[in-house]
């Protein structure tokens, strides 16, 4: 069995900082690449940023130079430093993982979502 839990999220005024972290345990061999998705109400869930095993980094562009993603393999757990949130950071967010439990099976494993809530 694997697990993936976010934690961090929370209430915070309009310039502040939060950091979201995405623990994965369980039966596993290799957390590879790691996604972080946010939904906000009546929207479709968008792609935030994600990481490779090897540390490359991607992000949308309505979070570049405000968000980073990191990552601690030994840990098996991935982070997202968010500064400067905004109202519109506003949403469930979501990691997903693409997760080897051994060499021949690797699958995609969701979170169940944390909270974000920025105030004006």
Known sequence: QV???ESGGGLVQAGGS????CAASGRIY???VVDWYRQAPG???ELVANITRGGS???ADSVKGRFTISRDNAKNTVYLQMNSLKPEDTAVYYCKA???TNLLSTSDYW???TQVTVSS
């Open 3 to 5: 697990q993936l839990v």
């Open 30 to 32: 290799r957390l590879n």
């Open 43 to 45: 929207k479709q869930r």
């Open 111 to 113: 979170g169940q979502g």
């Open 98 to 100: 693409k997760i080897s």
């Open 18 to 21: 939060l950091r979201l972290s």
């Open 57 to 59: 980094t991607n992000y």
